[in-house]
Nanobody
Framework: QVQLVESGGGLVQRGGSLRLSCAAS????????MGWFRQAPGKEREFVAG????????YYADSVKGRLTVARDNAKNTVYLQMNSLQSEDTAVYYC???????????????WGQGTQVTVSS
């Protein structure tokens, strides 16, 4: 079992930055691929970024490449999402998930956090 708790969301102006954190509990954290999803009102959940245990294998959706960076600190059982140059279309609830890359690409994770709201004002 892995429990995930996100933090760091909030209100930011267009062009600004935020860093989301996802704290995991459970001794098997390092064995999971960790990902970030987001869901905007009226839209489907979108897999935006993910990282393997070592950080050597990362994934980014085309919509966020160059602006969002995912990283993990296995010693702290934490995964981060650094978000720069935020745009209004980035407004969404952001979820942390643990699972496998193959299933995350299809929109699924084994474990989920409760989500944190990110709102970008114009």
């Amino acid at each position: 079992q892995v429990q995930l708790v996100e933090s760091g969301g909030g209100l930011v102006q267009r062009g600004g930055s935020l860093r989301l954190s996802c704290a995991a509990s459970g001794r098997t954290f390092s064995s999971y691929y960790m990902g970030w999803f987001r869901q905007a009102p009226g839209k489907e959940r979108e897999f935006v970024a993910g990282t393997s245990w070592s950080g050597a294998n990362t994934y980014y959706a085309d919509s966020v490449k160059g602006r969002l960076t995912v990283a993990r600190d296995n010693a702290k059982n934490t995964v981060y999402l650094q978000m720069n140059s935020l745009q209004s279309e980035d407004t969404a609830v952001y979820y942390c998930a643990a699972g496998r890359l193959a299933t995350m690409i299809r929109g699924h994770g084994d474990y989920w956090g409760q989500g944190t709201q990110v709102t970008v004002s114009s």
